[in-house]
């Protein structure tokens, strides 16, 4: 439908991870047709015909902007950052404020390019949020604590954080603070006090879950201060949300509500309310990232869509494309496989990662030990399906994003294979923080995915393994090994496999689909997107 306009119109995109192209597989219904210039494109239509209404758009983005796709992980293997020709396409779109996401945090060298040569955080001019994401060695916040989103037509004003959840599992050139200790800070509650009265609403871009436990954390330290200002007990609060990849809405108070919208660009999200209602109404929409659905809710036509900003930034998207060569076909598989499928099926991705390509690109030469490999991988380590048809460079990126390396723990017994697998299977332990894995296996796949999975085949309790695991996995795989065995972390023997990327074995999580889908599904002939 048309877009309905209020006193504050938020449009959203979150936890876009790179995926700035437009879809080329049949993922999603209506087809996902749009890329990062028609999204331009569309929030320029929303801002003019908002201005005809007198009131405005204020377009934010809520991170994650980095591992997921070829436009962000190529450039592992030609520049050693993620994200190195992703920056400066995204710094080409109209946002009003951004915020930043635990996988944007995973690199040193990605932080260093975002914060550094890049120039990407410095060039939005303050408006890009990290209220609680600081710097390990100065302390000072990596971007800006805050801003104050000004309406051009309407004269509104927001005061906007951007937070992160409490992520313990950064790289070491930054601390993500815990939320619950920054609402307390001295500068947070003067932030919120000596705006206040100047504001009609405060926005809070929140990298976590809709219902995470730290929007009722910051929306509590927000409120509290009301003993201090007593409007705000009742100013609007909005809290954009993400980072677990679904769309979902709820109402934190009668003033304030939390809203997530979807990822991998396949959502335009739409949150709008009155400020003076009495509670508040909150009016959202999930507006799906397709030419057609989109030219309906800007009351445009395909003739009158697209604008010059959104043309070149696709431009340049189809550019970068061609130049990393994204859309180099390098296998035609026969069925489809999917990253969320029961281990077992049929078209269970993780089957044919364990047992088929892992096998031949990882585990296909020896360690000398006259042991037998084993692997063991979380099951946030795969992000995408597989479609029958042409398989692209891309792909190779979006099933596996993360280029994480091997290693190995020679000598182990089955038996104590068997033991440390049952520990990381166990949801309930308290051993393990691991941020990645539980969000890139959310609530709905638990039921299908265990925390690990394991391969190739089954382990022999009476056969001695060397056990393989790749780098994001180790802490959790090293600490399961440690109590097993009953040492310290430390003492765990810990082996690098094929990790030299000069070398022409190298071999990472991401590579080695790319060194296999040819031979597994060979082309008659290849057609580029």
Same mark, same amino acid.
């Given at each position: 439908n048309p877009v309905r306009f209020n006193d504050i119109n938020i449009a959203v995109v979150t936890d876009?991870?790179?995926?700035?192209?437009?879809?080329?597989?049949?993922?999603?219904?209506?087809?996902?047709? !749009?890329?990062?210039?028609?999204?331009?494109?569309?929030?320029?239509?929303?801002?003019?015909? !908002?201005? &005809?209404?007198? @009131?405005?758009?204020?377009?934010? $983005?809520?991170?994650?902007?980095?591992?997921?796709?070829?436009?962000?992980? %190529?450039?592992? #293997?030609?520049?050693?950052?993620?994200? #190195?020709?992703?920056? =400066?396409?995204?710094?080409?779109?109209?946002?009003?404020?951004? @915020?930043?996401?635990?996988?944007?945090?995973?690199?040193d060298s990605t932080v260093g390019w975002m914060k550094g040569a890049s120039g990407f955080i410095d060039g939005w001019g303050g408006r890009y949020l990290t209220s609680n994401t600081v710097n390990s060695t100065t302390g000072e916040e990596v971007g800006e604590r805050y801003t104050i989103m000004k309406g051009e037509n309407s004269g509104v004003s927001i005061l906007t954080f951007g937070f992160l959840y409490h992520q313990t599992? %950064?790289?070491?050139?930054?601390?993500?603070?815990? =939320? %619950?200790?920054?609402?307390?800070?001295?500068?947070?509650?003067? !932030?919120?006090?000596?705006?206040?009265?100047?504001?009609? %609403?405060?926005?809070?871009?929140?990298?976590?879950?809709?219902?995470?436990? $730290?929007?009722?954390?910051?929306?509590?330290?927000?409120?509290?201060?009301? +003993? &201090?200002?007593?409007?705000? +007990?009742?100013?609007?609060? &909005?809290?954009?949300?993400?980072?677990?990849?679904?769309?979902?809405? $709820?109402?934190?108070?009668?003033?304030?509500?939390?809203?997530?919208?979807?990822?991998?660009?396949?959502?335009?999200?739409?949150?709008?309310? $009155?400020? @003076?209602?009495? =509670?508040?109404w909150f009016d959202f929409e999930y507006v799906d990232a397709n030419r057609e659905v989109l030219y309906d809710f800007t009351s445009t036509t395909s003739e009158t869509f697209d604008t010059d900003l959104g043309l070149s930034i696709s431009a340049a998207i189809t550019e970068t494309v061609n130049s990393l060569n994204l859309a180099e076909v390098l296998g035609c598989p026969d069925q489809g496989y999917s990253y969320q499928a029961g281990i077992g099926t049929d078209d269970s991705l993780y089957d044919l990662y364990m047992n088929t390509i892992i096998p031949a690109s990882v585990l296909d030469e020896s360690t000398g030990t006259g042991n037998v490999p084993y692997h063991l991988s979380s099951t946030g380590t795969l992000r995408y399906d597989i479609y029958p048809g042409n398989f692209y460079y891309d792909d190779v990126f979006a099933i596996a994003p993360f280029a994480n390396t091997f290693l190995y723990t020679p000598n182990l017994t089955g038996e104590q294979v068997l033991r440390v697998f049952k520990s990381l299977l166990d949801l309930s332990t308290t051993l393990f923080e691991d941020t990645r894995t539980i969000p890139l296996a959310p609530t709905n796949l638990l039921s299908t995915l265990p925390r690990y999975v394991g391969g190739p085949s089954f382990v022999d309790p009476f056969v001695t393994y060397d056990l393989f695991f790749n780098d994001y996995d180790q802490p959790y795989v090293v600490k399961a090994i440690a109590i097993e065995l009953g040492v310290d972390e430390g003492d765990v023997e810990?082996?690098?496999?094929?990790?030299?990327?000069?070398?022409?074995?190298?071999?990472?999580?991401?590579i080695c689909w790319a060194k296999k889908v040819g031979e597994l599904w060979p082309c008659d002939a290849a057609v580029e997107v």
């Open positions: 876009a991870h790179s995926w700035i192209s437009k879809h080329v597989h049949p993922d999603h219904t209506p087809s996902l047709d !749009a890329d990062y210039g028609t999204i331009a494109s569309s929030v320029l239509h929303l801002k003019s015909l !908002a201005s &005809q209404s007198n @009131t405005d758009v204020f377009f934010v $983005n809520n991170g994650d902007h980095t591992e997921g796709s070829g436009l962000s992980d %190529a450039s592992v #293997y030609t520049e050693g950052i993620h994200g #190195y020709d992703l920056f =400066p396409l995204i710094g080409m779109m109209p946002f009003d404020a951004l @915020t930043i996401g635990n996988h944007d945090l995973y690199d599992d %950064a790289c070491p050139s930054v601390i993500v603070k815990d =939320p %619950a200790d920054v609402v307390k800070e001295d500068w947070f509650v003067s !932030a919120v006090l000596d705006n206040a009265d100047g504001v009609d %609403a405060i926005v809070v871009l929140s990298h976590m879950d809709k219902d995470d436990e $730290n929007v009722g954390i910051i929306l509590d330290g927000i409120r509290r201060l009301k +003993e &201090q200002n007593d409007k705000l +007990e009742s100013i609007p609060i &909005q809290f954009i949300t993400g980072h677990t990849h679904y769309r979902g809405w $709820n109402k934190k108070d009668d003033y304030s509500s939390s809203f997530e919208a979807g990822h991998y660009l396949d959502t335009l999200g739409w949150i709008s309310f $009155n400020i @003076t209602d009495e =509670p508040i810990v082996v690098g496999w094929r990790d030299d990327m000069e070398s022409d074995n190298y071999v990472d999580t991401t």
